[in-house]
């Protein structure tokens, strides 16, 4: 399975994309802000839990949130990032680096409906980590 996020509206609060799975539209995203400098060292441009991940392939694994206490989608070998989930939230302050996902953009900083997107979406998502399908995000600045 391949998730893509293509970037759409970058402000100095959020950055919001589209989602894909396999080519079809699958929801909305918010991050955090881009800060990334093509070619400069993760540490030189990243502002702790107020940036959005980097562009580039990532692999997706389920596994149980300490923090959470439930099984999440993690992204791993994210440069600089540790501990970036896939979950529902609002705004760029619900985020802390991690990607969040809702029915609907909001002027622009702001999701809605990601109570009702982020359990369809993890279905799709345990589904295919059940099968033992390679998970793969490509981020898209």
Request: hydrophobic share 35%.
């Amino acid at each position: 399975m391949k998730l893509t996020l293509e970037s759409f509206s970058k402000t100095d609060k959020s950055t919001i994309s589209k989602m894909y799975i396999d080519g079809v539209f699958e929801c909305y995203t918010l991050e955090d802000k881009v800060r990334e400098v093509a070619g400069e060292p993760v540490s030189s441009w990243k502002v702790q839990d107020e940036t959005a991940i980097p562009s580039g392939t990532y692999q997706i694994v389920i596994n149980m949130s300490p923090r959470l206490g439930k099984l999440m989608p993690r992204l791993l070998g994210v440069p600089g990032f540790d501990g970036i989930l896939i979950h529902s939230g609002n705004k760029a302050e619900d985020t802390k680096g991690c990607i969040l996902v809702g029915q609907v953009v909001d002027n622009g900083d702001f999701i809605h409906g990601g109570s009702v997107e982020f359990p369809k979406l993890f279905d799709k998502l345990k589904k295919a980590w059940d099968a033992k399908e390679s998970i793969t995000i490509e981020v898209k600045r």
